[in-house]
């Protein structure tokens, strides 16, 4: 089984709202990722999670926080965001840290207005 | 730094037609290359991959050979169906990188009958 699962699968939000996106996987991958995608173009990597200790943060701005409470689940909470933030919003796991490959879950499609 | 080029598309074929996507990549030492698939409002899909010069990644009639002497990963299929009608990024990333996936930028196919 290679699922990545995310809810939910489609996201409005106001300016002042806050909410969160989730993201589970149950194949015992130790490495997991959020990435943005615009329309037409590729995904753009924000954060990936190692052994449950973020790793990597791609300068995102703070009104994204991500969290990791479990090797499975990861979390993207959200708060303050700008109408330019509406995007495809995608989860991935991978077995580790090293270049094996990345799993995608089906996205979040945000819109903030 | 990595990078990844692709032909630019949409590429339009007539169903059962053979299909190649140019991709070529930059890069230090032996990343890992893959395929991947987004189809209509969907995450993305791992369609094959490669770990190491002249291996060939093959995934339902799709084909690709690691060419390390001309640094590239072309995508093939001998005929194709109206169902593979997708955009299709080739990546490549590389151990001590924190599993980073460069894409190249998209190619649209779309198969007509």
């Known amino acids: 089984d290679t699922e990545v699962t995310q809810t939910p699968k489609h996201l409005v939000m106001g300016m002042t709202n806050k909410k969160s996106l989730k993201c589970e996987q149950h194949m015992g991958h130790r490495a997991m990722y959020w990435y943005k995608q615009k329309a037409k173009k590729p995904p753009e990597l924000m954060f990936v999670y190692s052994y449950e200790k973020l790793s990597i943060n791609e300068s995102v701005p703070s009104r994204f926080s991500p969290e990791c409470p479990n090797s499975s689940l990861l979390n993207l909470h959200l708060h303050a965001l700008q109408p330019e933030d509406s995007a495809l919003y995608l989860c991935?796991?991978?077995?580790?840290?090293?270049?094996?490959?990345?799993?995608f879950g089906p996205g979040t499609r945000l819109t903030v207005t | 730094g990595d990078s990844v080029t692709q032909m630019e598309g949409p590429v339009t074929l007539s169903e059962e037609a053979f299909l190649t996507i140019n991709c070529t990549y930059t890069?230090?030492?032996?990343?890992?290359l893959f395929w991947y698939v987004q189809y209509p409002g969907e995450g993305l899909q791992l369609l094959l991959k490669a770990t190491k010069a002249d291996d060939k990644g093959s995934n339902k009639g799709f084909e690709a050979t690691y060419r390390k002497e001309t640094t590239s990963f072309h995508l093939e299929k001998g005929s194709v169906q109206v169902s593979d009608s997708a955009v299709y990024f080739c990546a490549l990333s590389h151990t001590g990188g924190g599993n980073k996936l460069t894409f190249g930028t998209g190619t649209q196919l779309k198969v007509e009958l």
């Open positions: 991935a796991s991978s077995q580790d840290g090293t270049r094996n490959e990345q799993y």
């Open positions: 890069a230090t030492g032996y990343p890992s």
